[in-house]
């Protein structure tokens, strides 16, 4: 499901890139013609949507010379300076009141996001065979992960309830509605139960940065955070980090014990 929406994504750059590479010859491009195509792309939407159209030319580009061998160097792309993108999450009174506006199955979506940190497409595409109540376990195949590994899902209290709720509803999926199964659950009227909970600037995959920054408020470490999220690297998981100063505080006092003798001299 991730694989068909990035190619989605990817189609409708090549139809925008068309117009203005379609006539050229590979070596004809070079950095001077990439970056005019940036340029036109970011003051038409933004730096950053200019960007994902140049790493999407970097991309073929690099597969010409190395793979394909149709030129002998890649040309230099630049990309736009990108500025740190806020973390949002909400609070648990906030969580109260927006799954009170949603419909049921839009409140257990939501839950299981919140108890088990997984993406929109994870949760939606959720089925039966990749769960375990007993082992109190859910997989996700290396396929339908972002870092293209193998994801085991600890289930928690929260999300067995959850399950224990959908369970009989449809014979292969999880998240269902109307017995069919849920292609988005970003739809008009989860934005209409948003704006009835007073919750504004918030998109579903929020709900993952609210389930890191809750288990990081709760002092759990952050390599934790980043097996249990499946995140590759640290980078993306650093970003929780200023959200435990408590447990920062508790290990920043154990140097009192060394530096005890020393308070008084003076």
């Not at 990439?34 to 991309?59: C, F, H, M, V, W």
């Not at 709720?165 to 999880?174: A, N, P, Q, S």
Request: charged share 30%; net charge positive; glycine share 4%.
């Amino acid at each position: 499901m991730n694989h068909k929406r990035t190619i989605d994504h990817d189609r409708r750059k090549l139809e925008w890139l068309q117009p203005l590479l379609g006539q050229k010859h590979l070596v004809d491009i070079d950095r001077f013609v990439i970056a005019d195509i940036g340029k036109l792309k970011a003051e038409q939407a933004s730096p950053a949507t200019a960007n994902r159209y140049l790493a999407l030319i970097r991309a073929i580009l690099r597969r010409a010379v190395f793979e394909w061998e149709w030129l002998t160097k890649p040309p230099r792309i630049h990309l736009y300076k990108e500025p740190s993108r806020r973390i949002r999450w909400l609070t648990v009174d906030q969580v109260r009141t927006l799954l009170d506006e949603l419909l049921p199955h839009q409140r257990d979506a939501v839950l299981f996001a919140l108890a088990t940190g997984l993406r929109h497409a994870n949760v939606a595409g959720l089925k039966w065979e990749q769960v375990d109540m007993t082992r109190r376990t859910a997989w996700l195949f290396a396929d339908q992960v972002k870092n293209g590994e193998e994801l085991h899902v600890s289930l928690n209290d929260t999300a067995l309830d959850v399950l224990k709720r959908r369970r009989g509803k449809h014979k292969d999926y999880v998240f269902t509605y109307r017995n069919k199964p849920i292609k988005r659950f970003n739809t008009r009227a989860w934005y209409k139960a948003m704006k009835r909970a007073g919750i504004e600037n918030f998109r579903w995959h929020d709900l993952r940065h609210t389930w890191a920054s809750w288990l990081v408020q709760q002092g759990v470490p952050l390599y934790s955070v980043q097996e249990m999220g499946g995140w590759k690297t640290h980078k993306m998981v650093r970003r929780y980090a200023h959200l435990s100063p408590s447990v920062n505080l508790v290990n920043a006092c154990k140097i009192d014990d060394v530096l005890g003798d020393f308070k008084d001299d003076h």
